[in-house]
């Protein structure tokens, strides 16, 4: 499933940076996917998968409940960080009841080396602010401090 926030892939879509797409059930709150699913459609799915789950308000109650209580598994992907390293969303709380986590990171846009974080490259102090390359950038942990000193910036 997608988030409704992302709308840049066109509704019922969701894509990944290579291109590839899926179909999807995009919602505001994950409580509402059982209800736009239908209660037997819900029932029969095994497995779930939440993309952009930085924007899903209620993630952690709905990943408690689908996993603990209907069975499901839940495979979550989302950022973990915001552009200023501070948490986004629920992803932080969600760890401690995930049955195994993989920290995925691209390539530094800058440097090539592995980027565990992302900066923002447009004026914009909204954390909320979906965008792709147009307005992140992968960096590593090197690359992002100089871009954040080059930029006059020291919000980390």
């Not at 799915?45 to 069975?71: N, S, T």
């Not at 080396?113 to 792709?132: H, I, M």
């Amino acid at each position: 499933m997608g988030s409704a926030r992302d709308t840049r892939a066109g509704p019922g879509r969701v894509v990944a940076h290579t291109g590839q797409w899926e179909a999807c059930v995009e919602v505001e709150r994950l409580a509402d996917l059982e209800a736009q699913l239908g209660a037997s459609t819900y029932a029969a799915v095994d497995v779930i998968g939440i993309d952009e789950a930085q924007f899903m308000p209620d993630l952690l109650d709905f990943c408690k409940r689908a996993a603990d209580i209907d069975g499901k598994r839940v495979v979550v992907a989302g950022l973990d960080g915001d552009f200023l390293r501070r948490p986004f969303g629920q992803l932080a709380e969600l760890l401690p009841l995930a049955d195994s986590v993989d920290k995925i990171m691209a390539q530094c846009a800058l440097c090539g080396e592995p980027a565990p974080f992302t900066s923002r490259t447009v004026a914009s102090k909204e954390t909320y602010l979906v965008g792709g390359s147009e307005s992140y950038r992968p960096c590593c942990r090197r690359c992002y401090l100089e871009d954040l000193a080059g930029r006059g910036r020291a919000e980390h």
